[in-house]
Nanobody
Framework: VQLQASGGGLVQAGNSLRLSCAAS????????LGWFRRAPGKEREFVAS????????NYADSVKGRFSITRDYASNTVYLQMNSLKPEDTAVYYC?????????????????WGQGTLVTVSS
């Protein structure tokens, strides 16, 4: 399985970005999907997850109400819509496929990872 993340870039605070992550083959149809991020000088942290049905989502408190995770089975893609971006959202964002059908906030539950896409939010 290969995951290709895209959509990162430089934006001003308050603006929006949408990240995409496409899988190379039909994966995740029975698996949860997630987004994580790593800010400069910090450890990787959970951002959002979605279950295999696309019905149950979970968000880190820091992004709740601003970010939205969705998935499209036809294109085998997971999205992260990021609104009202803040400078503290600056990080490399990674998509991942869970070992399980549910989403998870624990990186240990994910066994496939994308290469990351950089998001920079200026103040």
């Amino acid at each position: 399985v290969q995951l290709q993340a895209s959509g990162g870039g430089l934006v001003q605070a308050g603006n929006s970005l949408r990240l995409s992550c496409a899988a190379s083959r039909r994966t995740g149809s029975n698996n949860g999907l997630g987004w994580f991020r790593r800010a400069p000088g910090k450890e990787r942290e959970f951002v959002a997850s979605i279950d295999w049905r696309g019905e149950r989502t979970n968000y880190a408190d820091s992004v709740k109400g601003r970010f939205s995770i969705t998935r499209d089975y036809a294109s085998n893609t997971v999205y992260l819509q990021m609104n009202s971006l803040k400078p503290e959202d600056t990080a490399v964002y990674y998509c991942a496929v869970s070992r399980y059908s549910s989403g998870s906030s624990s990186a240990e539950n994910y066994n496939y990872w994308g290469q990351g896409t950089l998001v920079t939010v200026s103040s």
